[in-house]
């Protein structure tokens, strides 16, 4: 089943440097997925969130839930699995971007945009969340893309992110309503 599932991801890969990349596409594909590096977007974002009083919860939100996938992606399940990257194993496959140092499953890159951007698309106005997930998607096929990640790596790191995402949320809020939060809601202005 395992080696079912390598063939699949395997010539996914191919397919889509065989067939959908194109020169004049590749320089947005690799710009795309730098905004994700070290989840700098999201990063970015969530701290343009902390300044208005309005959004300063949102921000809170997301920076706990890019947190989460932090531990949970980058360094629980990514040593955990130790999965090496696509273009070690698959012969015919041009990397578009450096050699990552570190393992390929699950996608951090997918797991922080996903967790981050689920948390916007719950918590802001849907003209504000829907682009959200829109980039965290495009985040994640660049990952295919550049020939930096296997299909299931970004699957994984898709549900992942909307899990931790989820999970943050319920558990912020848990708290927020057992009367813990005083201090820092002043603090917050929530």
């Known amino acids: 089943m395992v080696q079912f599932l390598l063939n699949i991801d395997q010539s996914i890969l191919l397919w889509i440097q065989d067939v959908l990349r194109i020169p004049v596409l590749n320089p947005f594909f690799v710009f795309i997925t730098n905004l994700g590096n070290a989840g700098a977007i999201w990063l970015v974002i969530s701290v343009l969130l902390l300044i208005p009083k309005r959004t300063r919860k949102i921000g809170v939100l997301s920076i706990l839930a890019l947190i989460g996938s932090l531990l949970i992606n980058n360094l629980m399940l990514k040593n955990l699995v130790g999965r090496t990257r696509p273009y070690e194993n698959i012969a015919n496959l041009q990397l578009l971007v450096h050699k990552a140092s570190d393992f390929s499953f ?49 699957l994984a790191g898709t549900v992942l992110g909307i899990f931790i995402a989820i999970w943050t949320r319920k558990l912020f809020y848990i708290w927020a309503s057992g009367g813990k939060m005083n201090r820092i809601k002043q603090f917050l202005y929530i």
């Open 106 to 154: 699950p996608s951090g890159h997918t797991g922080s945009s996903f967790a981050a951007a689920y948390v916007l698309y719950k918590e802001l106005p849907k003209k504000y969340g829907i682009p959200a997930m829109i980039l965290a998607g495009l985040i994640g096929f660049s990952r295919l893309y550049v020939g930096i990640h296997y299909p299931t790596d970004v």
